[in-house]
């Protein structure tokens, strides 16, 4: 670690005054310093520049924004793009829409073609709602001083599908050899049970927003939501595609003028000599009901895969043969041999069509589904909603002249919605759905055109664009995409808005959120996943070659999020079940399905099971349940799958348990809140903002138990934090180049599925290798030294170590899980003899220098031992034959925490709710920090004769999260990387590691978040200086960044769930992100060092660390963090003029500072 060198005394050109400055930045300038040049790919200092260090914060730091606006904006405008696609969150749309008038920047509709009318329409005012259109890039500056606007988003930036294959090892089966079936999902969360006791989520419509769902595919067909309202769209299905929507509205587009999904059908044909073949087009229509008008509508089918499948245009013909002039029926030629009598006719009610041409019973090429056709009187369904809100007028087009489709432009969409409602029909039942009896209400085109934020709101209002009627809208929504650039996660915008909508606009509205797969590092939860009343869903494993389930995917992301808040809510299989994928991207109907997984597959498998408990709540309480409430009671009936809150959060979905609690199975309770952040902010607790609490404070706590059995229960609680019981550390120096040649005494250079060493963990009757009693969860790690991995800094991987958990089971009753010949200490191929009793738990194979992996219970899934593998992956050699590798374990158990007390038993009586307490006591000397704890809670029955039963039936943890701020300024200093047991570690902000994914995205990497309270004392105009030093390399950089607290425009909406204000990104490192989770290296200082300042602001601050590489040969790296203060007394840094002669000069100023700074002179510049 570099020497605390004294600060140089550049540090004064950043000065209050200088703040003033830079929160008047223009855009411009503001995007030039996101890409200052001394830090471009190609530029590297080595040597300590302080100068610099401090001049280019002011330049690069985010002026202070109020709207929140995102940086993707500034950027665009320093690219030099002459028009921005702006989403604007406001309260007043008349205000926005005024501004637009005023500075021309409405968007302009194309006029009313032939049939058609444009009809005005009339936007909300004086609620939130958003508007996205396009403005000159030369004017966005003035967008701030708009009244009432909340935020501005940048509508070019769309969210990205989370991946769902998330890395294989090198003997994973591939997709045809895989034998994981989402069956076996419904199993371990309890699904099959909740539909064996009549929950399978009749009634219930979940929404998907992705890439489109194939409602033609067999396993899909008849899944389809339906409204239900009785108003003009009653029976059509409830589908939302936004992008079609706007190029329709904006445009008068559909295809084939635009590659939409609405097709244009104006096209018309009669049949006037009755012999079943139309007279322009030529046509085969006999067979069909014909026209009751005479007038037959043509279009083309829109779907670009059905026209690949089947090798051309797909005509569409459109008819009313019910009623005259009312058109319901579309049928595809879907053979393409111009005969419409031998095809599937699109009807409402019977929406999907397709093509079975092996004769096997199941289609084997869709055509989608029909969700709508045009009838001359009104717009397209939420047309008129979504008109006002982007202030168009509504365009009415003739009967029978626009149909519109679901479709689906990938795979990803309709994996989702198979993991929700799949009927199990091909492939013998492969693919089975979570709630087999709820709907599916799709959002198609999610990540092009449009906005995002138009499928959040539909989901919340409906067709009819109001959030107080239910029988037009979903009552869960399935987010399986984030957007990784967005860095103050939880705090920002978007997650804020969504908050909103499940809180405040409809609170009867859920939304399971994914939060990516660019883990194992802390704090990696994306935007909208790290929104607080949301479902955040983690994804655990499902593993199909063992058979062992409910472990951590070490790809998940996790907590915390950006102000320090538990994430994830919940976590389910996401590792790995069989999904459906879209007819048209296979031959064969019963070959149309997958292996997949990730967090894009947890997400709607929670949401599955969310219907399911939403049903059992219907139909046993009679309403349906609030969003908030139903979060606390599916926490409170999870599994403790023996991890910490920042990874399991309240644990494992158990959909019997959340079904059963309802139907007032005795022993079952459930609690509220489930969960527990402690501390205030702004003067009292919230649900939906940061809370801290500062040593010597308490806080006392309501917790309402209800039993809903017929029976009494005792629970008993113990407080309980993770402590490391056992750890073991060393070096693996790896010789040899892998060749018969090479001296290969510690490494053959084998690539496969052998490790290079095997280490017991925990052996069964062997007394030489156990772990400590009262373990709850092992941790092992491994760590390349970086010049084998990537030692040009070039974001090119070449060596790795990958680990994996075993699980031992002795088959043949002879003791011996690996042979040792030579007594090398290393596996060689002779040596791996009994491989077939070792299966894989889990494992990571991911490019990066550091690796981790975990097991939650580890005695529940061991079998007859746990083993550790350890490889080195020579995939691209880096030429050394020498290869550090540092490899840890460490076992952590359940302790009991000192800092919270509640009472040891509580009696609940059957059917009463009972209010206990608890009180989270901070001590005075207690360290600065975010901390995991909770309160362990034990079930135990009461029989009829009062007796108590001596088990328990059931354990879990009710997860509390602590945030206890540093009073700035401050330094802080790690313990030393010395292999103690009590030094060791799940989090602490002086100790991060690496974590990155190289194939991932931005977050990727190791977080931490450390909230600074800055006394009001020290906000006299003076300057924080920022200090985060570690040990010197040239490969490892972290990341800073401050962020300062801005109002967010939610204050009055749930005062009590917001306060007035959030917090906001002021200034940071560069952001030297390249893409697919790999960064440059690069630092202020030019060293290991990351340096600048930042004006001081009384009250609570976030400072985030961000591992960009990870350099150091150890699992953690240790840093020193100071946050100090300079400043000049007598206002030294202003001078006020009267005179521009008076602009320059020498003065003497006197500096008082926190921190060493030896003096020669001061600059000030800038003028307010």
């Known amino acids: 670690m570099g020497e605390r060198t004294s600060l140089a005394l550049a540090v004064l050109m950043m000065t209050s005054m200088m703040s003033v400055g830079m929160a008047g930045m223009a855009g411009a300038q503001f995007a030039d310093a996101m890409h200052d040049s001394s830090f471009d790919e190609q530029t590297q200092t080595t040597e300590t520049n302080f100068e610099n260090a401090f001049l280019v914060p002011e330049s690069n730091a985010i002026s202070d924004p109020n709207p929140w606006i995102e940086e993707t904006l500034w950027q665009r405008i320093e690219a030099g793009q002459v028009r921005l696609r702006v989403t604007v969150i406001t309260k007043s749309l008349r205000e926005l829409g005024l501004w637009q008038f005023e500075h021309g920047q409405n968007e302009k509709q194309t006029p009313a073609g032939l049939g058609e009318t444009l009809v005005a329409t009339d936007p909300t005012d004086g609620q939130i709602d958003h508007r996205t259109f396009w403005i000159d890039a030369e004017i966005f500056h003035k967008m701030s001083a708009i009244p009432a606007i909340i935020a501005i988003l940048d509508a070019q930036n769309a969210p990205q599908p989370y991946d769902t294959t998330p890395f294989r090892s090198p003997d994973a089966p591939t997709d045809d050899d895989a034998q994981s079936e989402s069956v076996r999902t419904g199993e371990i969360h309890g699904a099959n049970e909740a539909w064996e006791n009549g929950y399978a989520g009749e009634g219930v419509v979940v929404a998907v927003a992705d890439t489109g769902v194939d409602f033609g595919h067999p396993d899909l067909d008849g899944t389809q939501a339906r409204i239900s309202d009785g108003g003009k769209f009653d029976g059509w299905p409830m589908m939302f595609d936004h992008n079609s929507m706007y190029y329709w509205l904006v445009f008068g587009q559909s295809y084939p003028a635009r590659s939409t999904w609405y097709a244009d059908t104006s096209t018309l044909d009669w049949d006037n000599d009755s012999n079943g073949v139309l007279d322009l087009s030529g046509h085969n229509i006999t067979g069909i009901a014909p026209s009751l008008s005479g007038i037959y509508h043509l279009g083309e089918h829109p779907d670009g895969t059905l026209r690949n499948q089947m090798g051309g245009d797909v005509p569409i013909l459109v008819v009313d043969s019910r009623v005259s002039g009312l058109y319901e029926t579309v049928i595809p030629d879907i053979n393409r041999n111009s005969h419409f009598g031998d095809d599937e006719n699109m009807t409402k009610g019977n929406e999907t069509a397709g093509l079975d041409e092996d004769g096997d019973g199941i289609r084997d090429v869709s055509a989608g589904l029909l969700y709508w056709i045009s009838d001359g009187h009104g717009g397209v369904p939420y047309a008129e909603t979504y008109a006002a809100r982007h202030g168009y007028s509504n365009r009415i087009v003739g009967a029978g002249n626009l149909t519109l489709f679901m479709l689906e432009s990938g795979s990803h969409g309709t994996l989702c919605a198979s993991a929700v409602a799949a009927q199990g029909v091909v492939s013998d039942g492969k693919v089975k759905g979570m709630a087999p009896n709820a709907t599916i209400a799709a959002i198609g085109n999610h990540y092009s055109g449009g906005h995002a934020l138009d499928g959040w709101r539909w989901i919340a209002e409906g067709i009819d664009g109001n959030p107080a009627t239910f029988d037009d809208q979903p009552d869960i929504g399935s987010f399986s995409f984030g957007y990784s650039s967005i860095d103050d996660s939880g705090a920002d915008a978007y997650s804020l808005y969504l908050d909103w909508l499940t809180r405040v606009h409809n609170n009867q509205t859920t939304y399971a959120v994914a939060i990516g797969n660019g883990g194992h590092g802390f704090g990696t939860t994306k935007v909208p996943g790290a929104s607080q009343g949301i479902f955040s869903v983690g994804a655990f494993s499902s593993r199909s070659s063992s058979g062992s389930w409910g472990q951590s995917a070490p790809w998940s992301n996790r907590g915390p999020n950006v102000v320090g808040r538990m994430d994830p809510d919940i976590v389910a299989v996401g ?37 399911l408990v939403a049903q059992a709540w219907w139909e046993n309480l009679g309403e349906r349940p609030h969003s908030q409430t139903l979060r606390d009671y599916v926490l409170s009936t999870a599994d403790d799958r023996g991890y910490e809150p920042f990874v399991q959060g309240g644990g494992w979905f158990n959909a019997s348990r959340a079904t ?43 917790v309402e138990f209800s039993n809903t059995g017929s029976s009494d229960i005792v629970l008993e609680i113990e407080p309980q934090k993770f402590e490391p019981l056992s750890h073991f550390v060393t070096q693996w120096l790896s010789l040899g180049n892998g060749s018969d040649e090479g001296d290969n005494n510690t490494w053959d250079g084998y690539q496969g599925d052998r490790p290079d060493i095997l280490i017991p963990i925990h052996v069964v009757n062997n007394t030489t290798y156990q772990l400590p009693d009262g373990t709850k969860m092992v941790r092992a790690r491994a760590m390349i030294e970086y010049a084998a991995f990537d030692d040009n800094l070039d974001r090119s991987s070449n060596e790795r170590a990958p680990i994996e958990f075993f699980r031992w089971t002795d088959t043949d009753g002879d003791g011996i899980w690996v042979e040792d010949y030579d007594n090398d200490s290393m596996v060689d191929d002779v040596d791996w003899t009994e491989s077939s009793e070792l299966e894989e738990i889990t494992y990571w194979w991911s490019h990066g220098p550091q690796a981790e992996v975990r097991v939650g219970n580890p005695f529940e899934d061991m079998s007859d031992g746990l083993f550790l593998g350890i490889w080195r992956s020579d995939v691209s050699s880096s030429g050394l034959e020498n290869v550090s590798i540092e490899y840890d374990w460490t076992a952590f158990g359940a302790t009991t925490d000192e800092w919270v007390t509640a009472p040891q038993s509580i009696t609940i009586p059957a059917n009463t709710t009972f209010t206990s307490q608890f009180t989270v006591a901070v001590p005075q000397d207690a360290a600065s920090g975010l901390r995991q704890h909770g309160l362990h809670i034990q079930t135990f029955a009461v029989a009829l004769n009062g007796s108590i039963a001596n088990q328990s039936h059931r354990d879990w943890t009710l997860p509390i999260v602590t945030n206890v701020p540093w009073s700035g300024p401050f330094n802080l200093l790690p313990k030393p990387l010395d292999g103690n047991v009590s030094n060791q570690t799940l989090y602490t902000e002086s100790w991060i590691s690496g974590a990155q994914r190289w194939s ?110 990870h350099g150091v040969p150890t699992n953690d790296n240790a840093l020193n963090i100071s946050v100090g203060y300079v400043a000049a007394e007598q206002s030294g840094f202003h001078k006020v003029v009267t005179d521009w002669s008076e602009a320059s000069g020498n003065e003497t100023v006197h500096v008082v500072s926190t921190i060493p700074m030896p003096l020669e002179s001061v600059r000030s510049f800038g003028w307010t």
């Open 575 to 611: 590792w790995s079940a069989t999904g459906d994928i879209p007819l048209n991207s296979r031959n064969n109907g019963n070959s149309a399905y997958t292996t997949w997984g990730g967090t894009s597959l947890a997400t709607p498998i929670t949401a599955g099971l969310l219907a």
């Open 660 to 702: 059963a609690t309802l139907s007032g199975e005795n022993g079952s309770w459930w609690a509220s809140p489930a969960q527990w952040n402690t501390g205030t902010f702004q003067g009292q607790h919230r649900d939906a903002n940061i809370n801290a609490i500062a040593q010597g404070e308490s806080q006392t706590v309501d």
């Open 1000 to 1109: 991932w995205r931005a977050e990727s990497g190791d977080w931490r978040f450390l909230t600074v309270d800055w006394p009001e004392e020290l906000d006299t105009g003076g300057t924080v200086i920022l200090d985060v030093d570690w040990a010197d390399n040239p490969w490892t950089d972290i990341d800073v960044l401050w962020l300062s607290q801005k109002s967010h425009g939610y204050a009055d909406e749930d005062p009590d769930a917001y306060g007035d204000s959030t917090f906001w990104i002021e200034s940071r490192s560069v952001n030297n992100h390249r893409g697919s989770g790999r960064h440059n290296w690069g630092t202020y200082t030019g060293e290991s060092r990351e340096v600048f300042v930042v004006p001081s602001s009384a009250g609570l601050h976030q400072m985030v660390l961000h591992t960009a590489l």
